[in-house]
């Protein structure tokens, strides 16, 4: 560790990797109640459940990408954090309230949270992935301007790189957009049209620069290639990134009532969107193969090409598959959505987040890397977590195109529940993927543990 | 990537075309406010709609089923549910969970009172008559 501030970082991480483990045991409950519809019924509907496996994803993903930039900004500026002690408490009022909103998810009906929580003062709860209490939200500004602040001016004080920049205009981005959460009219076509100012331009615009960054800060550190050609090519990425997602946010707009010229601006924009995930794929191997250094730490390594690889299928391909207005009419809103939806935040966000996890947290446990035998069960959870994961975003697939077809394209369309009860055998091998990948996550926690031989081993 | 594409280059063109695609963005979403008041049904925004919504929104409805095809995927779309079942149908389904069948997708009882269940409705009735391109493509949603 080069400079000591940067340990705030663990925490963090830590964090990360608990709310992931529940993240995964309520999609687990949630895939089971696809099929067994009563199952934990009442005690946790499945409203409840999905509430908590979006906003775990979420808040974890968040506690990975401060974690990242509390680990990386000092590095990149050549300067202590601003304020370690700032950068901890807020770890700690974050934690806080991220679990008591769970709590309350579990724990009481949603109206009445909603109505503890002061929704009546400013309605805005109950819409899909900002279903946080007023409080939580209030909180969630809170904690990112107070990290926003630290990591800023630590930034004023050092140097300014490339990437350093990329991720403080990736993690601002996050902080601006997620205030259009607050606006909630009541006319609905109003209120879906900046809800995805929120959700599309965290997903598909901000937060691809923040993993951009990450990635280009792990790549630079496994394989020794010149910052410049890093830089080049992040910059390249970004700009592929934003000129395509930003108006890429028309395809969200072709069916809630908005005008439809949208149809062609989002097809065509976001048909083109697989392009910078591919020219980040092509960067990651590129800058491996050209990599002037073996580092010893083999799994960051692997976490960074997978995280190319898998972000260019989940987001760019699958993205693909059902952006063109033509297909979207048909498969809007059907298991097509949540196939993409699954591989492309493991493809993007989790594995870059367990990326840098990867690489920074053994020198933040005093080495350079884990020691072999760590790191060899480091990578089966990978390639378990992985494979798991292409396999349920294929059953996932299967059973949207069997859906579509039943429900929306036939010439003796069937309801809804009937045609859920045909595809009810992709709903078992889903959560039977499902499994595996709670089995490949668990062998992850586990390499964690793993001491080994060779713990000294230098960079 | 070699020669003379140098890293200012790539990042004047990141801020340029940054810059010029959030305008142009800004640009497709002022025309879209000017023109959707003759798409979103706003003349139909009542009292009772807008409580509906809220009863939708504070009950967590999205977390199961869809609205003009966002939310999640676990029980029936209901953008156009009101010209699917009609109005004393909803009423009636709503009331009548959950309905115990084992095995089966169960939907809590949320003890609406009447007025609650005819602003619900309501809402599905405005929901129904926003112009969405002819989406969902038959009345199944």
Same mark, same amino acid.
């Given at each position: ?11 963090? *991480? ?5 709310? *992931? ?17 009563? *199952? ?86 109950? &819409? ?30 050092? &140097? ?32 879906? *049209? ?266 | 990537?070699? $020669? ?66 966002? $939310?999640?995927?676990?029980? !029936? ?9 009609? !109005? ?13 069948? !084992? ?33 969902? !493509?038959?009345?199944? $949603?």
């Amino acid at each position: 560790m080069q400079y000591k501030s940067q340990a705030v970082a663990k925490p963090y *991480f830590i964090a990360a990797i608990a709310l *992931f483990t529940g993240q995964i045991l309520f999609g687990l409950i949630m895939g089971l109640q696809y099929v067994i519809g009563d *199952f934990l019924f009442p005690t946790i509907p499945f409203n409840v459940a999905r509430m908590v496996h979006t906003n775990l994803l979420i808040v974890w993903l968040l506690f990975g990408f401060m974690g990242a930039a509390y680990y990386m900004i000092p590095e990149e500026t050549e300067t202590e954090l601003f304020s370690p002690k700032l950068a901890l408490a807020m770890f700690w009022i974050f934690l806080v309230a991220g679990a008591l909103t769970i709590v309350g998810y579990l724990t009481v009906p949603y109206a009445t949270l909603a109505k503890l929580t002061g929704n009546d003062i400013l309605a805005t709860m109950g &819409r899909e992935f900002l279903e946080q209490p007023l409080l939580t939200k209030v909180g969630i500004v809170i904690v990112a301007l107070a990290f926003l602040f630290n990591l800023t001016m630590t930034m004023l004080k050092g &140097r300014k790189t490339s990437i350093g920049l990329v991720l403080m205009m990736g993690l601002w981005g996050l902080a601006i957009f997620f205030l259009f959460s607050f606006y909630n009219p009541h006319n609905l076509v109003l209120d879906k *049209f900046f809800w995805w100012w929120v959700v599309h331009l965290w997903v598909e615009g901000v937060w691809e620069l923040i993993l951009g960054a990450l990635l280009a800060f792990v790549l630079i550190k496994v394989t020794g290639v010149d910052r410049e050609v890093i830089e080049k090519w992040l910059y390249v990425i970004i700009t592929l990134t934003l000129i395509t997602g930003i108006i890429g946010t028309g395809h969200h707009y072709f069916w809630i009532g908005t005008p439809e010229y949208w149809q062609w601006w989002g097809s065509i924009f976001s048909a083109l969107e697989p392009i910078p995930f591919f020219a980040m794929t092509v960067f990651a191997f590129n800058m491996v193969n050209r990599r002037r250094r073996d580092h010893p730490n083999k799994a960051a390594t692997l976490w960074a090409l997978g995280t190319g690889v898998m972000s260019f299928l989940g987001a760019g391909v699958w993205g693909f598959l059902h952006t063109l207005a033509p297909v979207n009419y048909y498969t809007h809103g059907t298991q097509v959505t949540a196939a993409h939806g699954h591989m492309a935040f493991y493809g993007a966000y989790a594995m870059v987040v367990l990326c840098i996890i990867s690489y920074a947290m053994p020198i933040l446990r005093g080495r350079a890397a884990n020691s072999p035998k760590a790191q060899v069960m480091e990578m089966w959870s990978f390639w378990l977590m992985t494979v798991s994961m292409v396999f349920i975003t294929l059953f996932l697939t299967a059973a949207g195109i069997l859906q579509v077809w039943l429900q929306r394209f036939s010439d003796t369309p069937i309801s809804f529940m009937a045609a859920q009860d045909q595809i009810s055998l992709f709903y078992w091998m889903r959560e039977w993927a499902g499994v595996v990948f709670l089995v490949g996550l668990l062998v992850y926690i586990a390499s964690f543990f793993v001491k080994g031989e060779n713990d000294t081993a230098s960079a | 990537m070699s $020669g003379t594409f140098t890293k200012s280059m790539a990042r004047n063109i990141f801020y340029g075309g940054t810059v010029f695609f959030v305008l142009l963005f800004l640009a497709l979403s002022f025309d879209t406010m000017k023109v959707i008041p003759k798409r979103d049904n706003r003349e139909n925004l009542t009292e009772a709609v807008i409580n509906g919504k809220k009863l939708w929104e504070v009950n967590n409805c999205i977390g199961c089923h869809s609205l003009l095809g966002e $939310g999640a995927y676990f029980a !029936p779309e209901l953008g156009n549910v009101y010209t699917r079942r009609g !109005p004393e149908f909803i009423k009636a389904w709503i009331q009548a969970m959950p309905t115990g069948a !084992p095995g089966r997708r169960q939907m809590p009882n949320f003890g609406f009172t009447d007025k609650e269940l005819d602003d619900l409705v309501e809402f599905f009735k405005y929901s129904s008559e926003i112009n969405t391109a002819n989406w969902p !493509p038959n009345i199944e $949603g």
